[in-house]
């Protein structure tokens, strides 16, 4: 299954979801930037709320697309002990990006939502969505992340995944998934157009989805 962008991918994420239509405990997550638009979709077509969750991957030195785990709001970190242990990273070598990245993650969040607070989840149905799973450690920071705020279930959602790293997330919460290809590679591979998603971009996602719930 290929996807038209991250739009159409939202679309039709937000078909498998169409049960947590009209819930007023639900709240939809985007993971930025990527998943933003996708959790745009999802979240306008549920009739949910639509918020922000700033969780930045620790890149392998050298090879940044590859995460050995991952930084969430609050000090949360992830690592994948596979791929940090596998190619001999150094725990000097792991500070330093988790300091150079928890830098963008502040940035991100002052961009983001400002001096908003985030939104209270207790006792809600939290929707964690990104634009595709590869290892995992982004979306396993977010949901540890959140598992602290108390909500009553969290899901998580996205549009193509690997399907080792479904099995392994399903550990940690429900997981709705469109596609779970054998041969994964990378998550660009199943984007006809996945194009880099700006902080504007992102800022004008919240912005529009925050009036249309002011104008349900």
């Known amino acids: 299954m290929q996807f038209q962008d ?5 679309k039709q994420l937000a078909a498998k979801l169409a049960g947590y239509a009209d819930d007023p405990s639900v709240l939809v997550l985007g993971l930025p930037r990527g998943g933003v638009p996708v959790a745009y979709e999802v979240a306008r077509a549920l009739h949910a709320p639509l918020d922000v969750l700033v969780v930045r991957k620790l890149g392998v030195p050298g090879h940044r697309e590859l995460a050995m785990g991952a930084i969430a709001s609050g000090g949360l970190r992830v690592l994948n002990a596979d791929v940090t242990v ?44 990104d634009d595709g799973l590869a290892t995992g450690s982004t979306m396993r920071a977010a949901v540890r992340a959140l598992g602290q705020r108390g909500p009553q279930r ?5 549009p193509v995944a690997a399907s080792e790293t479904v099995r392994s997330l399903g550990e940690e919460a429900d997981v709705v998934c469109l596609s779970t290809p054998a041969e994964f590679q990378a998550v660009s591979t199943w984007y006809q157009d996945f194009s880099q ?20």
Do not use: C, K, M
Not at 88 to 117: D, F, H, K, T
């Open 86 to 129: 596998g190619l001999r990273i150094s725990p000097a070598e792991v500070e330093s990006v988790a300091a150079r990245e928890l830098l963008e993650l502040e940035r991100q969040q002052r961009a983001y939502r400002g001096n908003v607070p985030f939104p209270e989840l207790a006792g809600r149905t939290v929707i964690v969505v």
């Open 197 to 216: 998603i700006s902080d504007e971009e992102v800022r004008h996602l919240l912005e529009s989805a925050s009036h249309a719930a002011y104008s349900r």
């Open 6 to 10: 991250r739009r159409d991918a939202g």
């Open 154 to 158: 969290i899901i998580i959602a996205a």
